[in-house]
T-cell receptor, first 114, second 109 residues
């Protein structure tokens, strides 16, 4: 158990809908990363937060947004969902965000858009 | 553009074989290289390498980094069916983690 908690485990929704994925980092970790993993692609970096502030953005669509709250949990909001958004979404946390501390991953949320 | 390339893409071996997985990288501000094992769900952390030539070892797994030639290898000796997984290499550049697409290892009994 990595100590990173993601909810829900599975999500099935229809095109055009909006969903929220939730992540609680490991105790003591200040940095949260979100990744998308599709069948035909590796881990695609979406966005990083450090201690409540956005630190870096990757290939995140404008329909997607995220935030990190004062208690350090993070939410990833996906709106106007399309079939191609179906994927496994991982949250990962680290102590200081790349400062020679590894990422620890949650078990992911599997999103299916029908 | 920062990139991480892993080879081979997939590998099928018999139990007891030794395998070597490769990871090469081109990044602007190298800090460390990490290996992860991904079975059905979350990638789990195996090793972090920051210095060239120093082998990290955990049981039958070992890894080494060459910062001059910009690559790392992950060795697994006496493979077991439980080693079947996707092995991911990640390189930290600045405060970003860049992942390769992984090597899928299948160990046949």
């Amino acid at each position: 158990d990595s100590g990173v908690t993601q909810t829900p485990k599975h999500l099935i929704t229809a095109t055009g809908q909006r969903v929220t994925l939730r992540c609680s980092p490991r105790s003591g970790d200040l940095s949260v990363y979100w990744y998308q993993q599709s069948l035909d692609q590796g881990l695609q970096f979406l966005i990083q937060y450090y201690n409540g502030e956005e630190r870096a953005k990757g290939n995140i669509l404008e329909r997607f947004s995220a935030q990190q709250f004062p208690d350090l949990h993070s939410e990833l909001n996906l709106s106007s969902l399309e079939l191609g958004d179906s994927a496994l979404y991982f949250c990962a946390s680290s102590v200081a965000g790349g400062n020679n501390s590894p990422l620890h991953f949650g078990n992911g949320t599997r999103l299916t858009v029908t | 553009e920062d990139k991480v390339v892993q080879s081979p893409l997939s590998l099928v071996v018999h139990e007891g074989d030794t395998v070597t997985l490769n990871c090469s990288y081109e990044v602007t501000n190298f800090r460390s290289l990490l290996w992860y094992k991904q079975e059905k769900k979350a990638p789990t952390f195996l090793f972090m390498l920051t210095s060239s030539g120093i082998e990290k070892k955990s049981g039958r797994l070992s890894s080494i980094l060459d910062k001059k030639e910009l690559f790392s290898i992950l060795n697994i000796t006496a493979t077991q069916t439980g080693d079947s997984a996707v092995y991911l290499c990640a390189v930290v550049s600045g405060n970003q983690f860049y992942f390769g697409t992984g090597t899928s290892l299948t160990v046949i009994p």
